[in-house]
């Protein structure tokens, strides 16, 4: 046996190359492919579609092509299509013409262009970074492809999605493994609540069975019974890591456990292939239920671009039984007019790529402006009643005129209504609208994006906010992203409710504030409900208006406090004409101190105020609504008369709230001095111990102090 047979024997049992299977494999031969074991050429159309054409029953080159591959002639020009772009997009990248980062799918072509086939108008398709081929094979738009990579402003996101980053006509893609799936969960849960025929259709590789996520939404597309097709293309590797180190049990037993039936095909045999996936798609849309269509295939190429350390010699070996190598190596006349089309082609989408503008960065919002205009203060208005009644009532209204609205989180339906009973009452009134889920923060926030996209406005309650950093990636990756990475093709309209904040003896990790982790990210916006404007109004409006990815901070002691307009004795309340206001109680004398709190630590720092009333140390109090992103300018306005910051926040100090607001004043040169403090919980886990709980978090003789410190300096 020579070394080279050796190698590939060893890459068979490894990955069962269909050369190796036949006992008379060689290269340049019809072997362990072809249904026809006396014809050399490669996938001699069976007789019975002998005859048959294209859709528009062209004959001619069409007809000579289909004879060859025994596919749809059209279906052989995506495949080649996928080639060739793929192919020119890496002489691009070794040229210079080309940064960043390419996934070619090379090798595994016919799995898009199968499942692509036997999809309809109203589909949605979610990829991965590997999305050039199923991009192509649903869309037909090498010249926006092309463009998008180049960096161009013509490219279909604009130049700023890239490679792994696209969107046009409901199909999507994003780069990071795993979270892509409950995205497209909630693109199926759409097509169910729409009624219809639509699904949606994810693509993931074998490596992503290694992340929980992709488990979590099988168990509620399956549970919820959502039109959703996954499509693992399994080519036996993740990256650089052969399958056989990473992968317990099978494939199939992984979607069997979900009750979730699959179905086998591989890209050696493209004619079942595309038979297979044509039958799979019409169960999804028939039953309205899931299924997985598992795609045994090979990557030909590098994971990107040069990053392979699989032997050559087993590379070598799939190379030589792909069909399209196989088709390539003897082209017949047909075929090599079909490939100078291509070509043609793709030399005028370069073309015209290199002539378009390169995309420019967006402008950053963050400095403050040399000259802002004056802040514009208005009374408070409102009823006062419970917090928690309040949140209710208005989820209730708010559902009651948009069907568009959804309500997903743990234990929200009836009788339980929620842990802190703000549901109460909405699952009996809305049904479906209103839905319990598994403990699956991850996929539940992943399926509120897909909903979202879809033009759904979804509102995903997080039990505690201490678990709000499992769904960090669909927060963070997802849902923070699509709306700039897509170029302004979609909005992402989910709320994310969460309840935060300690003093309730629940111990380390149900007492937290986490939302500094989550504040300044780019497109997104971050509420806090308090005391002093009605977060009744402020949902009301937020369901209507809403255009982004919104946190709401809850503070778990306010849902029993009762919301109130009234300034106290001495004062003056306002708030500023924007949707989500800026409170303001200014004392009637010329304050010495400004004090910005939000959340559940406002009733805190009124009382603390009130108690440095009899210190004769007046002092403005600024209450943010929206601390993301920061209307800076009621607290420029106030800082530039008192020349004094006290900020209150429940979380940890370092890089929080109070750390970004200081550090902005201090740029902003309309200020020309600050003295600052800041008032926030001790550097360690919130201990369960009422005593050491009071000790290690913010109180109303802390608070004291700091502001006598700080005026006393």
Same mark, same amino acid.
């Not at 025994?70 to 996928?82: D, E, F, H, N, W």
């Not at 802190?420 to 996929?443: C, D, H, M, Q, W």
């Given at each position: 046996?020579?070394?080279?047979?050796?190698?590939?024997?060893?890459?068979?049992?490894?990955?069962?190359?269909?050369?190796?299977?036949?006992?008379?494999?060689?290269?340049g031969h019809n072997v362990g492919i072809s249904r026809s074991s006396n014809d050399a050429r490669?996938? &001699?159309?069976?007789?019975?579609?002998?005859?048959?054409?294209?859709?528009?029953?062209?004959?001619?080159?069409?007809?000579?092509?289909?004879?060859e591959l025994g596919v749809r002639p059209r279906l052989l020009a995506k495949a080649l299509t996928?080639?060739?772009?793929?192919?020119?997009?890496?002489?691009?990248?070794?040229?210079?013409?080309?940064?960043?980062?390419?996934?070619?799918?090379?090798?595994?072509?016919?799995?898009?262009?199968?499942?692509?086939?036997?999809?309809?108008?109203?589909?949605?398709?979610?990829?991965?970074?590997?999305?050039?081929?199923?991009?192509?094979?649903?869309?037909?738009?090498?010249?926006?492809?092309?463009?998008?990579?180049?960096?161009?402003?013509?490219?279909?996101?604009?130049?700023?999605?890239?490679?792994?980053?696209?969107?046009?006509?409901?199909?999507?893609?994003?780069?990071?493994? *795993?979270?892509?799936?409950?995205?497209?969960?909630?693109? @199926?849960?759409?097509?169910?609540?729409?009624?219809?025929?639509? !699904?949606?259709?994810?693509?993931?590789?074998?490596?992503?069975?290694?992340?929980?996520?992709?488990?979590?939404?099988?168990?509620?597309?399956?549970?919820?019974?959502?039109?959703?097709?996954?499509v693992l293309e399994d080519n036996g590797i993740s990256q650089s890591t052969c399958q056989d180190?990473?992968?317990?049990?099978? !494939?199939?037993?992984?979607?069997?456990?979900?009750?979730?039936?699959?179905?086998?095909?591989?890209?050696?045999?493209?004619?079942?292939?595309?038979?297979?996936?044509?039958?799979? !798609?019409?169960?999804?849309?028939?039953?309205?239920?899931?299924?997985?269509?598992?795609?045994?295939?090979?990557?030909?190429?590098?994971?990107?671009?040069?990053?392979?350390?699989?032997?050559?010699?087993?590379?070598?070996?799939?190379?030589?039984?792909?069909?399209?190598?196989?088709?390539?190596?003897?082209?017949?006349?047909?075929?090599?007019?079909?490939?100078?089309?291509?070509?043609?082609?793709?030399?005028?989408?370069?073309?015209?790529?290199?002539?378009?503008?390169?995309?420019?960065?967006?402008?950053?919002?963050?400095? @403050?402006?040399?000259?802002?205009?004056? &802040?514009?203060?208005?009374?408070?208005?409102?009823?006062?009643?419970?917090?928690?009644?309040?949140?209710?009532?208005?989820?209730?209204?708010?559902?009651?005129?948009?069907?568009?609205?959804?309500?997903?989180?743990?234990?929200?339906?009836?009788?339980?209504?929620?842990?802190?009973? /703000?549901? @109460?009452?909405?699952?009996?009134?809305?049904?479906?609208?209103?839905?319990?889920?598994? !403990?699956?923060?991850?996929?539940?926030?992943?399926?509120?994006?897909?909903?979202?996209?879809?033009?759904?406005?979804?509102?995903?309650?997080?039990?505690?906010?201490?678990?709000?950093?499992?769904?960090?990636?669909?927060?963070?990756?997802?849902?923070?992203?699509?709306?700039?990475?897509?170029? *302004?093709?979609?909005?992402?309209?989910?709320?994310?409710?969460?309840?935060?904040?300690?003093?309730?003896?629940?111990?380390?990790?149900?007492?937290?504030?986490?939302?500094?982790?989550?504040?300044?990210?780019?497109?997104?916006?971050?509420?806090?409900?308090?005391?002093?404007?009605?977060?009744?109004?402020?949902?009301?409006?937020?369901?209507?208006?809403?255009?982004?990815?919104?946190?709401?901070?809850?503070?778990?002691?306010?849902?029993?406090?009762?919301?109130?307009?009234?300034?106290?004795?001495?004062?003056?309340?306002?708030?500023?004409?924007?949707?989500?206001?800026?409170?303001?109680?200014?004392?009637?004398?010329?304050?010495?101190?400004?004090?910005?709190?939000?959340?559940?630590? /406002?009733?805190?720092?009124?009382?603390?105020?009130?108690?440095?009333?009899?210190?004769?140390?007046?002092?403005?109090?600024?209450?943010?609504?929206?601390?993301?992103?920061?209307?800076?300018?009621?607290?420029?306005?106030?800082?530039?008369?008192?020349?004094?910051?006290?900020?209150?926040?429940?979380?940890?100090?370092? @890089?929080?709230?109070?750390?970004?607001?200081?550090?902005?004043?201090?740029?902003?040169?309309?200020?020309?001095?600050?003295?600052?403090?800041? &008032?926030?919980?001790?550097?360690?886990?919130?201990?369960?111990?009422?005593?050491?709980?009071?000790?290690?978090?913010?109180?109303?003789?802390?608070?004291?102090?700091?502001?006598?410190?700080?005026?006393?300096?």
């Amino acid at each position: 046996m020579t070394f080279i047979q050796a190698q590939r024997k060893q890459a068979a049992r490894r990955r069962q190359a269909p050369s190796v299977h036949h006992p008379s494999a060689r290269a340049g031969h019809n072997v362990g492919i072809s249904r026809s074991s006396n014809d050399a050429r490669p996938w &001699v159309i069976p007789a019975n579609l002998l005859g048959q054409t294209d859709h528009d029953g062209s004959a001619g080159d069409g007809d000579v092509l289909g004879r060859e591959l025994g596919v749809r002639p059209r279906l052989l020009a995506k495949a080649l299509t996928i080639r060739r772009t793929e192919e020119r997009l890496l002489k691009l990248f070794a040229d210079g013409r080309v940064s960043g980062t390419l996934h070619t799918c090379i090798g595994q072509e016919w799995a898009g262009v199968a499942v692509a086939d036997a999809l309809k108008k109203g589909d949605f398709v979610f990829s991965n970074h590997r999305c050039h081929g199923h991009y192509l094979a649903r869309t037909g738009d090498i010249e926006g492809l092309i463009a998008e990579i180049m960096g161009r402003s013509t490219g279909v996101c604009g130049g700023k999605g890239g490679s792994q980053h696209l969107c046009k006509d409901g199909f999507f893609s994003n780069g990071i493994q *795993g979270g892509i799936v409950p995205v497209a969960a909630g693109l @199926a849960m759409a097509r169910r609540l729409d009624g219809g025929s639509n !699904i949606a259709v994810v693509f993931i590789g074998d490596g992503t069975l290694g992340q929980g996520v992709v488990y979590e939404t099988m168990n509620i597309a399956a549970k919820w019974s959502l039109p959703l097709l996954f499509v693992l293309e399994d080519n036996g590797i993740s990256q650089s890591t052969c399958q056989d180190e990473t992968l317990s049990g099978s !494939i199939k037993g992984r979607a069997y456990a979900f009750g979730i039936d699959v179905r086998s095909a591989d890209t050696w045999d493209p004619p079942e292939l595309v038979n297979v996936a044509a039958a799979a !798609i019409r169960h999804v849309r028939q039953t309205r239920h899931p299924l997985l269509l598992h795609v045994r295939t090979y990557r030909l190429k590098a994971h990107s671009k040069g990053d392979d350390t699989r032997e050559i010699e087993e590379v070598q070996a799939f190379a030589e039984t792909d069909t399209l190598n196989r088709l390539l190596n003897d082209p017949s006349e047909p075929v090599l007019n079909l490939i100078e089309k291509i070509d043609r082609r793709l030399d005028e989408a370069v073309r015209l790529a290199e002539q378009a503008q390169l995309t420019q960065p967006a402008g950053s919002s963050d400095q @403050a402006p040399a000259q802002a205009e004056a &802040v514009e203060w208005r009374p408070l208005d409102f009823r006062p009643q419970r917090i928690v009644d309040a949140i209710r009532t208005a989820l209730d209204e708010s559902m009651a005129e948009d069907r568009r609205i959804v309500l997903m989180g743990e234990d929200l339906c009836d009788p339980y209504g929620g842990a802190f009973k /703000v549901t @109460a009452g909405l699952s009996s009134k809305y049904g479906n609208r209103v839905r319990n889920t598994p !403990i699956s923060e991850a996929a539940i926030v992943g399926i509120g994006n897909g909903l979202a996209i879809a033009g759904f406005k979804p509102v995903v309650e997080i039990m505690f906010g201490d678990f709000v950093m499992l769904a960090a990636d669909q927060i963070i990756n997802q849902a923070a992203k699509f709306a700039d990475m897509y170029n *302004g093709q979609v909005q992402v309209p989910i709320i994310i409710r969460t309840p935060m904040g300690g003093y309730r003896g629940y111990g380390p990790t149900h007492s937290q504030s986490l939302e500094k982790h989550l504040l300044g990210l780019p497109g997104t916006r971050v509420l806090a409900i308090h005391t002093r404007y009605c977060p009744g109004d402020m949902y009301r409006r937020l369901l209507e208006s809403i255009d982004r990815p919104t946190l709401v901070i809850e503070n778990k002691m306010l849902y029993g406090q009762r919301t109130n307009p009234e300034a106290p004795a001495g004062s003056v309340i306002t708030a500023t004409a924007t949707d989500f206001p800026t409170i303001r109680i200014a004392p009637e004398s010329e304050p010495s101190l400004t004090v910005v709190a939000y959340g559940g630590l /406002v009733p805190m720092a009124e009382a603390a105020i009130e108690s440095l009333i009899d210190e004769d140390v007046a002092c403005d109090l600024l209450i943010p609504t929206q601390l993301y992103p920061l209307d800076i300018e009621p607290i420029v306005e106030s800082v530039a008369r008192t020349g004094r910051i006290l900020v209150i926040e429940e979380g940890q100090g370092f @890089a929080g709230f109070g750390s970004e607001l200081i550090a902005r004043l201090t740029e902003d040169r309309r200020i020309p001095s600050l003295q600052a403090r800041r &008032v926030h919980a001790s550097p360690c886990a919130i201990p369960a111990s009422k005593p050491a709980e009071s000790a290690a978090l913010p109180s109303t003789r802390s608070i004291l102090n700091a502001a006598l410190q700080l005026v006393l300096e």
